[in-house]
């Protein structure tokens, strides 16, 4: 009893704090003062203290120990170490079962026996490259709580309990209303202003690549509806803040909403949300009208003059005004016009920016009773700050499409904002989880942040087919090879759903990087010579704007997480970013026009070592990949709720140039120096491997349209790939699918993908790989080799049967050239089975092995074919009439090849 007391006189409050943590210890207090008090007790007396000399007060106990923000989640060995020693046991068998297979050829159909053992080698060589970078798949969460406490509540450093969190710039990229309808994008933008993030410290910028009036006055639409629908959001703490997506919900609306006048508020919003609607749809003829009563009244006005100059008749040749297209101020668009000329085309227009909505005050502005129709009292009624962007384009200039587009943004965003990360979106894709923000701050702010150079989301969509058919979800790639992929260097950027460090994308290292040396080995030291590797060589030439160049050194302070923590490196003291913005000026906004000119980037780095990198259709690889090499890490937040929700192609045809844009993206990558094989030594080993899959698993193609041809030619000549369906060759291949077979079911089960998910997965890999995949390795080679640029296009269209079904499109046959391998293995295999069969019936000595060897292969490029049987028929199974022709072609050219064929056996046979 003395001893415990002597040792409670004697030590201070350091003694009862966990050094690492700084938590206190509960246990030992109560231990030490026999359980008298303790934190949660119901009583407190003022007078009391804990022992003598101890110095500690009800303070200690109410300060919060240090937290980190994000919370790494290890698969558990139960799978994780199955998982791979299945791996390497279906590694091991493969090479014993094509060593076997090189060693016993088949001397009946040696061509046969041949091209399977390429093809087999290959598909060895493909699946090892797919499945050793998933040999570390982890998980991550993030403290939402965390991060309100070290950034918004009342601190010594922040006493009003003003946001301390960085500034987030939002791009969303567009090209043509046309294929992308303005009231998309609008509720897209709707989404974004309604975020759950300070509003002083949000800005949002719409690239718009065509310059098309049409979608300026629709986000000017926009931002005037923010003006009610954010408050309203605010108010009711609506989650789904897509008004769209909101009021087209099956959910009951009122689940846990408590205010007495939601309904009111609900039904008013959605009558001024339909009214928006209308609108935005009515927007193309009411610029057409305007424009056509303005373009009369230039054309009396010019010819009345003409009539002054020439003595009241109006002169021989006529007067000849341009068509303009006119603003609502009566001023002509500076964009692309609805009657194209010269300056005003798409192509060829001047720049433009204009700031829609003003930067928002740094205190919040409370709304009043009956503001606008609808009570805000107690509300901030702010809305972010929103810029309309058209970049400056001109005829001869090489303007490099989309990443041309976003590095426009970056710079024009950097005078304006300057928000030190940027989040970018299609502009299809819409905040589907309102704190999506604050979830990748996490990362970006917790210990170790400063390294990350990218936190990418999963993609999601909607308006998919219930069964999936041609693999639109891509839940294999995006819960699978991507959680992988970040218990490496990281996941590789996918285009959509992207939180960059500003500072990483102006081409910048790592704060600290490490050099990793063979399969796994790793040199700890935090340098590297700037010269041993062209992509650590620093960026020089931003450009001759000095108020941007200024915005560098600001944008990478103002990213740093907090140095609240002695193990935080490379931080910032706690309230360096409570400062209000400043107000835009003329000047300034003079400088993000200059910017966004198509000469700025002449003679920089800009698309080569700073920004969107150039020269590529998969530019989001390729820029992923460029700071991977430098050393810097990204991180794949999974949310609860899905983060961002967007669109994708249901259509067979549609998905299939989809995927050949993405393949003929990696053939370009796999020709260039952006190939892993050239990549530095801050590439992890395995991030090489997969980065190479990535530009390598289009050459799949070639071994799997041969491979699904096999089949086929050994039932049309009666031989098998091998000799004889004997007991070792069973064996191995039992061994084979049991292991993959069973990899699956562990894969599906770390990363919680369906059965259904993976097979649909395999079909389209199938149907992918035999038709666009192949076509973008011809059309990569022939760019490589001859500098021919080979374009696949629709060459017929039908329109869908019913306008009010949502799956229409899915039914609609549009026939491309794409369908033509894919379509060719069908019929042949068919044809296959059908002379295998007939010829095995009336054999007199059959040779059944062979013949169920040939069947059970075709069969399976069959099932594998399903949905695209589905594809061609329609909604009712009805074939259009080139398939029969096709089909019709093909069977009678294998035919008489056959015929052909068994005719010269029978006469050497003979002879």
């Known amino acids: 009893m003395e001893r415990g007391m002597s040792i409670m006189k004697s030590n201070n409050k350091s003694m009862l704090l966990r050094s690492q943590t700084g938590d206190f210890d509960h246990n030992r207090w109560l231990f030490e003062t026999k359980g008298t008090y303790g934190v949660g007790n119901a009583y407190w007396s003022e007078g009391d203290n804990y022992g003598q000399d101890t110095e500690l007060s009800m303070s200690d106990f109410l300060d919060k120990p240090w937290k980190p923000l994000t919370r790494k989640i290890k698969v558990p060995a139960a799978i994780l170490s199955p998982y791979r020693i299945l791996i390497v046991i279906r590694l091991i068998v493969l090479f014993f079962f094509l060593k076997w297979r090189v060693q016993n050829p088949n001397p009946d159909a040696t061509w046969l026996w041949g091209m399977s053992i390429v093809c087999e080698i290959w598909f060895a060589i493909s699946w090892i490259l797919d499945i050793f970078p998933k040999f570390n798949p982890i998980n991550r969460s993030t403290d939402l709580a965390a991060l309100r406490d070290k950034f918004e509540k009342p601190s010594p450093a922040n006493p009003h309990g003003r946001s301390d969190l960085p500034g987030v710039d939002v791009f969303v990229s567009t090209a043509d209303p046309e294929k992308e309808p303005p009231l998309v994008t609008s509720n897209t933008i709707l989404s974004i202003l309604a975020a759950d993030y300070p509003v002083e410290k949000l800005s949002c910028y719409i690239s718009d690549d065509g310059g098309a009036i049409l979608t300026f006055e629709a986000m000017a639409e926009a931002v005037r509806f923010a003006e009610v629908w954010v408050p309203f959001c605010r108010k009711h703490d609506i989650e789904l803040r897509n008004p769209d997506s909101y009021f087209n919900l099956k959910t009951d609306p009122t689940k846990n909403k408590k205010r007495p006048d939601f309904v009111k508020d609900r039904r008013w919003m959605k009558r001024e949300y339909d009214e928006y609607k209308v609108r935005i ?369 249901i259509n067979l045809t549609d998905r299939l140039h989809q995927v050949l844009r993405w393949a003929t993206g990696s053939v370009e990558i796999f020709f260039s120096k952006n190939n892993a094989f050239l990549g530095s030594r801050r590439l992890k080993f395995l991030q090489r491997i997969a980065y190479l899959n990535v530009g390598i698993y289009p050459f799949t193609s070639f071994f799997l349209v041969t491979y699904c041809f096999l089949p086929a030619l050994s039932l049309f000549t009666g031989t098998f790939i091998v000799q004889s369906l004997d007991i070792t060759f069973l064996c191995y291949l039992l061994t084979i699918t049991v292991t993959l077979t069973l990899i699956s079911v562990l894969e599906i089960k770390w990363s919680g993908i369906g059965l259904e998910e993976l097979w649909r997965n395999e079909q389209f890999w199938l149907i992918g790989g035999t038709s666009a995949h192949l076509a973008a390795v011809i059309q990569g080679l022939l760019k490589v080799t001859a500098g021919v640029e080979i374009s696949f296009t629709l060459t017929s269209k039908s329109a869908g049967e019913d306008e009010d079904d949502v799956f229409a499109d899915l039914y609609e046959v549009k026939w491309t050239s794409l369908f033509l391998m894919p379509l060719a293995i069908l019929v042949v295999n068919i044809v296959a089975i059908v002379i295998g069969c007939s010829r095995t019936l009336y054999s007199v000595i059959p040779e059944w092995g062979k013949l169920m060897g040939g069947l059970f292969f075709s069969f399976w490029v069959l099932s594998h074919m399903y949905p695209f049987v589905k594809g061609l028929l329609g909604r009712r199974g009805r074939v259009p009439t080139i398939v029969y022709v096709w089909s019709g072609l093909v069977a009678i050219t294998v035919s008489l090849l056959w015929i052909s064929i068994s005719s010269e056996n029978r006469g050497n046979l003979q002879v």
């Open 281 to 649: 749809n009515g927007l193309p003829e009411a610029i057409r009208r305007r424009s056509k009563s303005l373009n009369s009244k230039e054309m009396k006005k010019a010819k009345s003059l003409a009539g002054e100059k020439n003595g009241g008749s109006l002169p021989p040749e006529g007067v000849d005004v341009p068509k303009a297209t006119w603003m609502a101020d009566g001023t002509p668009w500076p964009g692309t016009w609805l009657n194209p000329t010269d300056d005003h085309k798409k192509g060829d227009h001047a720049g433009i920016l204009q700031v829609m909505s003003k930067v928002p005050a740094n205190d919040p502005v409370m709304g009043h009773p009956d503001e606008k129709k609808l009570d805000f009292t107690g509300v901030d009624v702010r809305i972010p700050m929103f810029a309309y962007v058209s970049r400056e384009k001109r005829s001869g200039f090489d303007h490099n499409k989309k990443a041309g587009a976003m590095n426009a943004l970056v710079r024009a965003s950097a005078i304006l904002s300057n928000g030190p990360f940027i989040l970018n979106l299609d502009c299809d894709h819409y905040f589907y989880n309102c704190q999506a923000i604050r979830e990748g701050m996490c990362f970006m702010m917790d210990r170790g942040g400063d390294r990350i150079c990218y936190i990418q989301f999963p993609q999601r969509f909607e308006g998919i087919d219930p069964s999936d058919r041609y693999a639109n979800h891509n839940t294999v790639f995006f819960d699978g090879s991507m959680r992988a992929l970040d218990g490496l260097q990281g996941p590789v950027y996918v285009g959509t759903g992207c939180m960059f460090r500003r500072h990483a994308l102006y081409g910048f290292l790592p704060p600290r990087a490490n050099e990793y040396l063979g399969m796994f080995g790793k040199d700890e030291s935090e340098t590297q010579s700037l010269t041993s590797h062209p992509d650590l060589n620093l960026p020089r030439k931003f450009g001759n704007s000095a108020m941007f160049n200024e915005s560098i050194a600001v944008a990478e302070y103002q990213g740093r997480p907090l140095a609240d923590h002695k193990s935080v490196k490379n931080g910032r003291p706690p309230g360096a970013l409570l400062l209000p913005r400043p107000p835009l000026h003329a000047p300034t906004v003079a400088e993000a026009i200059a910017v966004i000119s198509c000469w700025y980037e002449d003679k920089t780095e800009w698309g080569d070592k700073i920004g969107w990198i150039y020269g590529s259709v998969t530019e989001d690889v390729v820029t992923g990949y460029r700071m991977h090499n430098r050393g810097w890490r990204s991180v794949y937040c999974v949310t609860k709720r899905d983060a961002f929700r967007g669109t994708a192609p």
